[in-house]
């Protein structure tokens, strides 16, 4: 299912992309219904990279728990991006089948009218017949309803509070 987020800040670009990948940011963010796990800055001497890992910790319904068995719901999130050009992606997958549930995203943290914009434009896929369509739109509001959560966190920082 294809998805895409718009959010803009008052600080500059360059700022903006620096607080995104920092660990310690997302060490602070609360999120609902998602517990971090892991957060740590990947050092691979192109573009900053961060690596979240993540567990759903709010209520499932009957059909994902069945699809889940025993297992948790964690989930591997990377966000990358070129400190120097703003362009980057977004990429997310389930720890226990990445193949089943996963997603991809172009990102872009640019200057905006003396601010800065973020545009997100991905694909989240929930790769399992018959139902995995519904699954996506029971998802995908609760994926977009954080990435605005953190936004909105991000803006607060940068602006001092």
Not at 124 to 135: N, T
Request: glycine residues 10%; proline residues 6%; aromatic residues 4%.
């Amino acid at each position: 299912m294809r998805f895409q987020a718009e959010h803009r800040f008052a600080a500059p670009a360059d700022a903006v992309r620096a607080l995104l990948v920092d660990p310690a940011f997302h060490r602070e963010l609360e999120l609902p219904d998602v517990a971090l796990l892991e957060a740590e800055a990947v050092d691979g001497g192109g573009p900053a990279v961060l690596r979240l890992r993540y567990e759903f910790v709010g209520s499932l319904d009957p059909l994902a728990r069945r699809l889940l068995g025993r297992h948790r719901l964690t989930w591997t999130q990377h966000l990358e991006l070129d400190p120097g050009t703003g362009e980057g992606s977004l990429r997310f997958a389930a720890d226990a089948d990445p193949r089943r549930l996963h997603g991809r995203a172009d990102l872009a943290v640019l200057p905006d009218d003396g601010g800065s914009v973020r545009r997100i434009d991905g694909e989240l896929v929930v790769a399992v017949p018959v139902v995995g369509g519904s699954a996506e739109r029971r998802i995908l509001p609760g994926l977009l309803r954080r990435l605005d959560i953190e936004a909105r966190a991000a803006d607060r920082r940068l602006a001092g509070g």
